[in-house]
Each structure stands twice: as structure tokens, then as C-alpha cells.
């Protein structure tokens, strides 16, 4: 039509572990560089980029739970190093040249802007990356949630998940079981009766009854993100 093809949209899930790199500081600032850079890329190309970023290399609110500390309130811990991910984040696009708006659940005006929808939808369509922070802003839920979440509020065609260290989903533990063998493609139901670590059960079932596909890919590895964005068969893909 005159109008041209319409704009791929996705949202790309982070793994929080793989801004921390190899470092003892939370965000390992080259790791995150080279991520905008793949980012910007695709950007360039004229994909239209939703960010959620896990935030694993701070604190996990059930981890903190286990050594004590109130369950929600440790969330809310969580939840809030989300945030400096994703300012660390939106320095290095900057730094690319892309524009971006942080949006949070949380609000906190002097840092990003509040979670809008409609106007994370607005900045999307102006080729704007948004990166929403602080998950939900509910305890109890997970950053793959927000992803899933995120993505179908926005409309997004793909839930695409970055992992630190794994290429895909397996049948088993790959970093203990030297044996375990890769699935190239995979139903919601398999996911969910074999008990496959793709995302937590909430963000699964989520995606299963929106139909929202899922590909879980090795983040860190140079060009899967363009890789993932075009439909390259790398990783795994999880649909109906
Ligand atoms: N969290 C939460 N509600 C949300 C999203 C995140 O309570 O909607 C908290 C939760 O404690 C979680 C932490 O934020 O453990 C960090 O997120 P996550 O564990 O998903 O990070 P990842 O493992 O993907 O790095």
C-alpha cells in the first residue's frame, strides 16, 4: 500500500546477569555499550525496539527472601535495580545516536517518564527505543512477565528473550548435563508439561494464551539480536 510495509515491532527481554559481565560493579559498562550498539542497529534498520531489562545483577526478591527479608519489600528492591539498568542502557543508545524514553511502574519523575502505554506506543512510532523499568511495580511478579505483558499491551509481534550463557532451551541443564540437547522449536504445552525453564510459569502462560511467540536466544553472542529481529533461525522459538 502507499503508506509501505507496516513497522516490525518487538520487545526485547534483557538478562540483568549479562549487564553485570564478568565484573564486581553492578553494570559492566562495555558489555551494556556493546548491547546498545546491536540495538542501535537494528533501530537504524527500521525495527521498532520495546526494551525490559531483568534486574538479576542487583537483587532478586526471592533470593533476599530466603536470607530474611519481607517478600514484597525485597521485590520492591528488585524491582528498583531494574531501573539502573535501564539508565545505563539509555546512556549508550544515546551515545549511539538513538533516542530514548525510560518508562517506569514505579514513578519517579526526575529520572523517567511514568509507564504511559499509549505514549510508549507514540514513541515507538517516532523510532524512539522505550526501555520500561521497575517491572510491574508489583511484587510477586517477574521482569519476563513485564516483557510479556509489555509486549502485548504494545502490540509488539514477538517477545524476543536474550539470555546470558545459554542458546536456547534444552531438555536439560546444558552447563551440567554436557548430553543435553537443544530444541530448535517448541509448543507452549511441551514448555509448560516438561517443566523447561524458558520464563517463569506466569510469563508463559501469558504468552500461550495471546498467542505472543517467544524466542530465547544467546544475547552476548555478536549480531544475534539482528539475527533474532529478522527471523534468522538461531535459538529457540516457543509458539503455539
Ligand atoms: N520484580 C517484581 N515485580 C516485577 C518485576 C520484578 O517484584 O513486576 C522484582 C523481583 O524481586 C525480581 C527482581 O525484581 O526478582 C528482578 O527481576 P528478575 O528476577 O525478573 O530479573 P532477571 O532474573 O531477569 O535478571
Keep these: 500500500n502507499a503508506q509501505g510495509p507496516r513497522p516490525r515491532r518487538f520487545m526485547l527481554k534483557l538478562s540483568g546477569e549479562a549487564f553485570a559481565g564478568g565484573g564486581a560493579l553492578g553494570v559492566d559498562p562495555d558489555i551494556v555499550h556493546a548491547i546498545a550498539r546491536e540495538i542501535a542497529a537494528v533501530v537504524r534498520d527500521g525495527a521498532q525496539i520495546a526494551v525490559v531489562i531483568g534486574g538479576g545483577n542487583f537483587f532478586r526478591g526471592a533470593e533476599l527472601q530466603q536470607r530474611g527479608m519481607d517478600r514484597a519489600r525485597s521485590d520492591y528492591m528488585g524491582m528498583l535495580g531494574t531501573v539502573m539498568n535501564c539508565l545505563a542502557l539509555q546512556d549508550f543508545l544515546e551515545k549511539e545516536g538513538v533516542e530514548t524514553r525510560v518508562q517506569t511502574a514505579i514513578t519517579m519523575g526526575q529520572v523517567a517518564e511514568p509507564y504511559i502505554p499509549l505514549r510508549a506506543v507514540r514513541h515507538l512510532e517516532k523510532g524512539r527505543v522505550v526501555i520500561f523499568g521497575a517491572g510491574m511495580g508489583m511484587p510477586y511478579f517477574s521482569t519476563d512477565t513485564t516483557a510479556a505483558q509489555r509486549a502485548l499491551e504494545i502490540h509488539a509481534e514477538a517477545l524476543l528473550m ?79
Design 162 to 240: 536474550g539470555k546470558n550463557g545459554v542458546d536456547g532451551v534444552y531438555d536439560s541443564d546444558p552447563k551440567t548435563n554436557p548430553g543435553a540437547v537443544k530444541f530448535d522449536a517448541l509448543g507452549f504445552g511441551d514448555v509448560i508439561s516438561r517443566d523447561l525453564r524458558v520464563a517463569d510459569l506466569t510469563a508463559i502462560t501469558l504468552c500461550q494464551d495471546n498467542k505472543l511467540p517467544i524466542l530465547v536466544f544467546e544475547l552476548l553472542a555478536e549480531g544475534n539480536i539482528a539475527r533474532a529481529v529478522k527471523g534468522e533461525k538461531i535459538g529457540t522459538l516457543v509458539s503455539d
